[in-house]
C-alpha cells in the first residue's frame, strides 16, 4: 500500500501559491497549488522553494480536501490531530483544528467580502467542528475487516484513497479534483496526499479475561450518501440510499497483539427505505408523510440489492410501533418490501415498545431469540494469524431500524453485538460454554460504555444530541435518572430540529456534494428572509416588547395588553408552524413539505390561514414532485441495470 505523507509544512509566496512539503522523507515531491489559476502542481524531487515564502508555524497532518463557495476556492488542511489508539500496528487519529486557506487573494477567511461568503464559510466551519473524523495513514479505516481480506491481493501497491469504501470516505467529493488530477495524467500522482476520512467512530480498549488478554474496538462509519439531520434527511433516494446510514464493526483480538486472533462483525442501520418524511410543524410530533412514487419499489430493491452485494443474506429488523403515529411507516415498510420480492432479505418486525414496556428492557432477549437461527448461520470473520484462510467468514448481516435509528436501533444493537461476543468467546475458549461476558466485571463495563459512547456519537451526528435510552446500554438497567435525562435530551432536540437544523443540512449538503453552485443560483437567498411581511412581523413581535406604558396608566394594563399581543402572535405563528421551522436553504424541501401526490400525510398543521403571500409559494409544488418521480424513475432504472450487470463498484 502507498504510503501517505503523514506530516506537511506550508509555505505561502505571498499572493501567488501555497506549497506544501513533506517532512519525510527528506527530498520527496511538494505540492504548489496556484492562487490566481487553481492550478495543483506535483513538483519535482528536491524542487526548491521561491526565495519570498514564509513558512506557517503550524504543521500540516494532512488535506482534508478543497471546495468552492461563491467568491473563491479553499483548501481545508487538518492542523490539530488527536491519537485515538492503534490496531493493525496502525495509529488512528481523530481531527480536531483545521485551517482554511483562501484561493483568491482578495477573499479573506476572517473578513469575508459579502455577507453569503462568510455565511457559507460558517457553514464549512460548523460541519468540522460538529463532527467526528478519523482517519489512518497506513490503514484502511473505511472498510472492515473482512472487505479488507478479501481483496487484499488486489489491492496490492494501491494508494488508500483507490481501495476506500466509496461510501464511507467521507471527504471524497473534496478530494475529486486531486483524485482527478491522479487519474488523468501520469506524471501528476497525487495520492500521497488524499487523506481518506470517515465520519464516525472509533474506540479500542485492552482488557483481560482470566489469562487471556483481550482488545475490544467499535468502530462506525457513517455513509456520505443522503446525508444530513434528523428530519430533513428521511427515508430513501432513487438510486437506494437511505438516510442515516452507518455501518459499525466490533473487533476482538485475542492474543494481547495484532498478531493473534481476529474476529469482526458488522451490523448496518438505516432509515426505513421508502419515500417518507416527517413534516416540522412546530408541534412536538411532525405530520408523517408516505409518498407513493412510482420507483418505490425499484428504489428499495436497488437498496436492498447493493446491501446484499456487500454483505451477504440479510435480516431487516424494524422496531417502529405498529400503532399511532408510526404505524402508516411500518405499513409502508412491510408493503413495499413484499413487492420488491427479495429472495436474499428477511423481514422481521419486533415491537419494542410494547414488548419492553414498564422498563422491562430484559425483554430484547425476545428479539434474540427470533434472531438466533439466522445470526448462527451469518456467523463472523474469524482470522488467525498462522493459517492462510479464515476459520469463518460472515455471510450475512442484521439491519435494524427505528424511526430515526437511533435509541431502539442502539439497544438492539448492542444486544445482538454482545449476543456474538458471548459466541466468540465461547468458540475459543476464553469463556466456558455456560459462561457470559456479563460476568467479568471489566470487560462488560468497557463494553457498555463502547456501546453508550457509540450511540450518542451517531445521535449527536443526526439529530443533535445524545442518544435516549443510555442508561440501559451503560448499565443493563431502566432506571428513573436515565428517564429524566432522556427527557430533556427530548426537549433539546425539539428545539434544535426545529429552529438550528436547517443549517446544519446546509452544512450536510455543501461538504459531501450534494449541492454546489449551479447555473441560475441566487446566493441572496441564503442570507435573505424572503419570507411574507406579516409572517417576519409575527415573529419579531415575541422577540422584544414593542409597547411603551404611559405614565397614567396601571401596569395591570400593560402587562395585560402585552400578554394579549404575545399570546396572538404565538397563536399565529403555531398556526403557520411550517412558515417558522428552520428549513435548508441550499435544497429547499418545497416539494416534500406541500406534497399532494399519492400517499397518505397524518395532518395538514401549521399550513397557516391561507394568505396570498404564502400560496403562492406553495403554487406548482406537486408539479415539481411528479417531475422528480419522473427523474427518479429515469436515474433508478439506469441504477439498476449497472448493478445487475456488475458494472458499478458498490464496496
Known amino acids: 500500500m502507498k504510503s501517505l505523507h503523514q506530516r506537511l509544512t506550508l509555505y505561502s509566496d505571498g499572493n501567488e501559491t501555497y506549497t506544501f512539503v513533506p517532512a519525510e522523507p527528506v527530498g520527496a515531491r511538494s505540492l504548489t497549488i496556484y492562487r490566481n489559476s487553481g492550478d495543483i502542481v506535483l513538483n519535482a524531487p528536491n524542487t526548491p522553494l521561491p526565495v519570498t515564502s514564509e513558512r506557517s508555524p503550524k504543521t500540516i497532518y494532512g488535506i482534508y480536501g478543497m471546495i468552492s463557495l461563491a467568491m473563491s476556492d479553499y483548501i481545508i488542511v487538518i492542523t490539530g490531530r488527536e491519537l485515538r489508539g492503534h490496531i493493525m500496528r496502525q495509529n488512528i487519529y481523530r481531527a480536531t483544528e483545521y485551517d482554511i486557506l483562501p484561493l483568491n487573494p482578495d477573499v479573506s477567511v476572517h473578513t469575508p467580502p459579502n455577507a453569503v461568503e462568510t455565511h457559507l464559510l460558517a457553514l464549512v466551519r460548523s460541519h468540522l467542528q460538529g463532527g467526528s473524523f478519523y482517519f489512518?495513514?497506513?490503514?484502511?479505516?473505511?472498510?472492515?475487516?473482512?472487505?479488507?481480506?478479501?481483496?487484499?491481493?488486489?489491492?496490492?501497491?494501491?494508494?488508500?484513497?483507490?481501495?476506500?469504501?466509496?461510501?464511507?470516505?467521507?471527504n471524497k467529493f473534496l478530494h475529486s479534483r486531486f483524485i482527478d488530477i491522479t487519474s488523468t495524467t501520469s506524471d501528476q500522482n497525487l495520492s500521497a496526499y488524499i487523506l481518506p476520512v470517515i465520519y464516525g467512530t472509533f474506540d479500542i480498549r485492552p482488557v483481560?479475561?482470566?489469562?487471556?488478554?483481550l482488545r475490544l474496538c467499535l468502530i462506525s462509519r457513517r455513509s456520505r450518501y443522503r446525508a444530513g439531520t434528523r428530519y430533513f434527511r428521511r427515508g430513501i433516494d432513487?438510486?437506494?440510499?437511505?438516510?442515516?446510514?452507518?455501518?459499525?464493526?466490533?473487533?476482538?483480538?485475542?492474543?494481547?497483539?495484532?498478531?493473534?486472533?481476529?474476529?469482526?462483525?458488522?451490523?448496518?442501520?438505516?432509515?426505513?427505505?421508502?419515500?417518507?418524511?416527517?413534516?416540522?410543524?412546530?408541534?412536538?410530533?411532525?405530520d408523517v408523510q408516505i409518498m407513493e412514487l412510482q420507483d418505490t419499489v425499484d428504489a428499495m430493491r436497488a437498496h436492498l440489492q447493493e446491501n446484499e452485494n456487500l454483505y451477504g443474506r440479510h435480516t431487516l429488523v424494524n422496531l417502529v410501533n405498529h400503532k399511532g403515529h408510526e404505524q402508516p411507516v411500518k405499513e409502508a415498510f412491510e408493503k413495499y418490501f413484499e413487492q420488491a420480492g427479495s429472495s436474499k432479505s428477511r423481514y422481521e418486525y419486533f415491537d419494542f415498545h410494547n414488548e419492553c414496556k414498564n422498563m422491562r428492557w430484559d425483554r430484547i432477549s425476545v428479539l434474540l431469540s427470533k434472531l438466533e437461527d439466522e445470526l448462527e448461520q451469518y456467523g463472523y470473520f474469524h482470522l488467525e494469524s498462522n493459517k492462510p484462510e479464515p476459520l469463518r467468514l460472515q455471510t450475512g448481516v442484521v439491519r435494524t431500524n427505528c424511526m430515526d435509528?437511533?435509541?431502539?436501533?442502539?439497544?438492539?444493537?448492542?444486544?445482538?453485538?454482545?449476543?456474538?461476543?458471548n459466541?466468540?468467546?465461547?468458540?475459543?475458549?476464553?469463556?466456558?460454554?455456560?459462561?457470559?461476558?456479563?460476568?467479568?466485571?471489566?470487560?462488560?463495563?468497557d463494553f457498555r460504555e463502547m456501546w453508550t459512547d457509540h450511540a450518542n456519537f451517531i445521535s449527536l451526528a443526526y439529530s443533535g444530541t445524545g442518544a435516549l435510552k443510555t442508561d440501559f446500554t451503560r448499565t443493563g438497567k431502566r432506571t428513573r435518572k436515565g428517564l429524566f435525562e432522556d427527557g430533556y435530551n427530548s426537549v433539546m432536540r425539539y428545539l434544535k430540529n426545529n429552529f438550528l437544523d436547517g443549517a446544519r443540512q446546509d452544512a450536510f449538503d455543501l461538504m459531501t456534494g450534494a449541492w454546489f453552485p449551479r447555473r441560475g443560483w441566487n446566493p441572496a437567498t441564503l442570507v435573505i428572509d424572503s419570507r411574507p411581511l406579516i409572517i417576519r412581523a409575527f415573529s419579531a413581535s415575541t422577540d422584544r416588547p414593542i409597547i411603551l406604558a404611559p405614565a397614567d396608566y396601571s401596569l395591570f394594563y400593560y402587562f395585560l395588553l402585552w400578554f394579549a399581543v404575545a399570546a396572538i402572535s404565538l397563536a399565529f405563528i403555531f398556526v403557520h408552524g411550517i412558515d417558522y421551522v428552520n428549513w435548508p436553504r441550499l435544497q429547499p424541501l418545497t416539494e416534500i413539505i406541500y406534497y399532494d401526490g399519492p400517499g397518505f400525510?397524518?395532518?395538514?398543521?401549521?399550513?397557516?390561514?391561507?394568505?396570498?403571500?404564502?400560496?403562492?409559494?406553495?403554487?406548482?409544488?406537486?408539479?415539481?414532485?411528479?417531475?422528480?418521480a419522473e427523474q427518479h424513475r429515469r436515474v433508478k432504472s439506469k441504477r439498476l441495470e449497472e448493478i445487475e450487470m456488475g458494472t458499478k463498484r458498490v464496496d
Open 136 to 170: 489512518s495513514y497506513a490503514w484502511d479505516i473505511t472498510r472492515r475487516l473482512q472487505a479488507q481480506w478479501t481483496t487484499i491481493q488486489q489491492d496490492g501497491d494501491k494508494a488508500l484513497w483507490e481501495i476506500a469504501d466509496d461510501r464511507f470516505f467521507w
Open 208 to 213: 483481560s479475561v482470566g489469562i487471556h488478554p
Open 238 to 286: 432513487s438510486e437506494g440510499h437511505v438516510a442515516n446510514f452507518n455501518e459499525t464493526e466490533q473487533i476482538c483480538l485475542v492474543g494481547g497483539d495484532d498478531s493473534g486472533t481476529q474476529l469482526s462483525f458488522v451490523q448496518i442501520r438505516g432509515s426505513i427505505p421508502v419515500y417518507w418524511a416527517e413534516i416540522n410543524t412546530l408541534r412536538y410530533k411532525p
Open 405 to 421: 435509528n437511533l435509541d431502539r436501533t442502539n439497544v438492539a444493537q448492542a444486544a445482538i453485538a454482545k449476543y456474538t461476543l
Open 423 to 445: 459466541k466468540q468467546l465461547r468458540a475459543l475458549g476464553v469463556i466456558q460454554p455456560n459462561d457470559s461476558v456479563d460476568n467479568y466485571d471489566d470487560l462488560i463495563r
Open 601 to 628: 400525510r397524518s395532518a395538514r398543521k401549521g399550513t397557516g390561514l391561507g394568505l396570498p403571500a404564502v400560496e403562492k409559494l406553495k403554487e406548482g409544488a406537486t408539479e415539481r414532485a411528479k417531475a422528480i
